[in-house]
């Protein structure tokens, strides 16, 4: 079974697809972290954000195995992550180790903004996990809080809002709705019920799937 999650910036989609993988016992992917590494990789390099030809260089020698990596996780590499991520080099030089991932034969659960519209079409499941930008806002302010990072809530608001907007309006693989995703919006969900109400969305979906006995 593949599961699809998508949506913006601090929708809770991370939390949703890692638990639904932990519950059918299948591989996870944060497709949002090959981004962040090649973003981190600029940042480090000391690269110009707008610099394509060494995004791509980056991007091509990515090691995918080393990307658990607190540094992946600030505001600065997500903003910068957001500027190489509409490279159409960039995402090409991403896609096969994407693909790769998804046709595990167990199957696999992948987040982020265009696997249920560009990697995985032909997914099981496709959830689309949204909230207003103003809780999104929120919950990110005391992640990054949490981490240590000294920033106001109202620049994180302004991030998302800007990050939502180049990921929403990038010619490549933006960051849409695909026609046959459940939307879920956790707005006023915590993590339980958001988790409870994507599992509802996941179990509705295999049983259409299950042929009727007679
Ligand atoms: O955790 P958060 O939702 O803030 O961001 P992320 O999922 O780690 O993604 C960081 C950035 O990578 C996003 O703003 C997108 O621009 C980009 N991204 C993408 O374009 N396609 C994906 N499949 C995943 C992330």
């Known amino acids: 079974m593949i599961i699809a999650v998508d949506g913006p910036a601090a929708s809770g989609k991370g939390t ?16 949002g972290l090959l981004y962040r590494g090649v973003a ?12 394509a ?31 190489v991520a509409a490279m159409p080099d960039v995402r090409a030089a991403l896609l096969e ?12 659960v992948l987040d982020g903004r265009d696997i249920g519209t560009v990697i995985c079409p032909h997914a099981d499941v ?18 990054l809080q949490k981490r ?6 109202s620049q994180v608001l ?22 046959d995703a459940v939307l879920l919006d956790t707005s006023n969900l915590d993590i ?4 409870r109400a994507a599992l509802a969305e996941v179990e509705r979906a295999v049983l259409a799937r299950t042929p009727k006995s007679r």
């Open 158 to 179: 302004a991030d998302i809002q800007l990050r939502d907007e180049r990921d929403q309006s990038r010619a490549a693989a933006p960051l849409v709705q695909a026609p």
């Open 126 to 143: 496709k959830l689309f996990v949204t909230a207003s930008s103003e809780v999104r806002a929120r919950r990110r302010f005391l992640e």
């Open 192 to 195: 339980e019920n958001a988790f």
């Open 40 to 51: 981190h990789a600029m940042l480090q390099h000391g690269h110009d954000a707008g610099d």
């Open 53 to 83: 030809a060494q995004a791509f260089a980056l991007a091509r020698g990515l090691d995918v195995e080393a990307l658990d990596d607190e540094a992946l996780r600030t505001a600065q590499v997500g903003a910068m992550a957001s500027v």
């Open 16 to 31: 949703i697809a890692r638990r639904l993988a932990a519950h059918f016992a299948l591989p996870y992917l944060d497709t």
């Open 97 to 108: 180790v994407q693909k790769a991932f998804a046709a595990k034969p167990q199957g696999a």
């Open 148 to 153: 240590g990072e000294a920033i106001e809530e």
